[in-house]
């Protein structure tokens, strides 16, 4: 990747109603367009206004000096629909509904292109079908496209050694911290230090987000990154460090024991930290399966869907370190990526992606890239595509969306904090939105009745709401100190 990327300005912030296929009632699509946004800022006053006033929401919107974007959101490109391609067959009625866009997902098909495949000439021929239509109607297109989509929903979880990371880190520390080569890290030594062997570090917070569902990568292969380095001419067969999975339950499930030889790359080791080590032996690869919840002996075992409340409480996810306490060490961060971020971070997806920036951004028609309901764990991968398509055509507009929900069922910090400000800072794409998925706890009693939903007081629905969203005033020094041994189960 270029180191080179200019700074960009903060994005665009827009709202997003998702809504899955084109209505046949313009009063139904008027209905859901009206009420629902006002269900959802009526739902979550209760965070925001705790015993506060709350300003008169601002009026006059249409002179600000902003793009307007009134689009619906279709289904993907597969053809599911028995009628055929539903954009394509109705680009003169979103006209008729006053929408000035189109938004299509994207899909894993022959027609338009395949997840994890180059395009053909054919599929990007018929793409820019799809733009002409859009251009032809006076709409502007907002469309995912395969390869930049696909690897935006890859997961990349970086677990730092020194506490800190909003959570993301381990817990219980036995060696010094201090600063190496730029790097904040942990340094278990042999002279003037406790040259015992132990567990430097467990008890990772942030835990839940490889077995939350959230997609099917989840149940594959997670790879292991331990980020470290130990002193040039290290005898070979020194070991260094074990690393120790537990899974959901707290269960061992895989030991990995890293020897020096190990840090070598083609034959060397030059003493600068690695991430990747060579030769492991078979059985001992610095990968775990995911697995479902049902199955044992899995990373996931136990990590049940329907009992996600529990997850805080009973997730016991964790990738210990232990020092054999054979030869100084420098460790700064475990890195544990899904199969898709193992693939974008290799590099060698590049040039899909940046060959569907170079066949569309021209379009006239072309108003950005776009991508769906991302969370947390998907920022690293979401940022390396940014930047990708940014360097491919600094031209080029990408959008995509925060799936709040989502990240309120895998965090156990504020929701908010983790889900909107950390994608501004940390990736900055020109448009960003947030997804207003119904709160489905239940509704206040003040609210009219919905089927299916709880009626709470207003007592009831304020714990319910704090205890999915968390404190508004969420800080990572409020979270809480894992007590014991370090190293016990």
Partial sequence: MDSGFQAREQPKICEKLILRFMKTKIITATFLLVTIPVLYFSLTAGLLNRGKTVPAILSDPVNRDKDFINCIFNDIYRNRIPSGDLVENNFGRYKDLNFNAIHR????????????????????????????????????????????EYFSYGQRLVYEAERGNNGFSYQRLSADIIQDSGRTVLHPCLTNCDASPRFICDSIYENMQHGDGYVENDFKTWYLKPMMRIPLNTPDETPVVKIIILNFEGDTIKQITIKAKNFKQNGIYDGSYVENYSNLPSGEELQVEGGTFTESNKLNTGQNPSEWPSWPLNCKTDFKVYWFGQVDLWFDKMTVDDVIGNALFSGSQDDKIMQEVNAYTSHNANFSFFTDEVVYSQIPCLKYVFDLIKHTNDTAKYWYAISTVRDMVTLKGHAQHFGQ??????VKPDYICSDAHVIYWGVPDNLPTLPGYSSLS????????????????????????????IGQK
């Avoid at 400000?421 to 940390?426: A, H, K, N």
């Avoid at 207003?458 to 041994?485: C, K, M």
């Fill in 105 to 148: 997902y994207s899909g894993d098909d022959t027609v338009y292109g395949q997840f994890q495949h180059a395009l053909t000439a054919n599929q990007i021929a018929r793409k820019r079908i799809l733009y002409d239509s859009a251009n032809d109607k006076g709409l502007k297109s907002i469309y995912g496209s395969p390869n930049s």
């Fill in 458 to 485: 207003f007592q009831e629905y304020n714990e319910l709401l704090q205890a999915h969203l968390g404190d508004e005033n969420y800080h990572s020094s409020n979270i809480p100190q894992v007590t014991g041994s």
């Fill in 421 to 426: 400000s950390l994608q501004l800072t940390e």
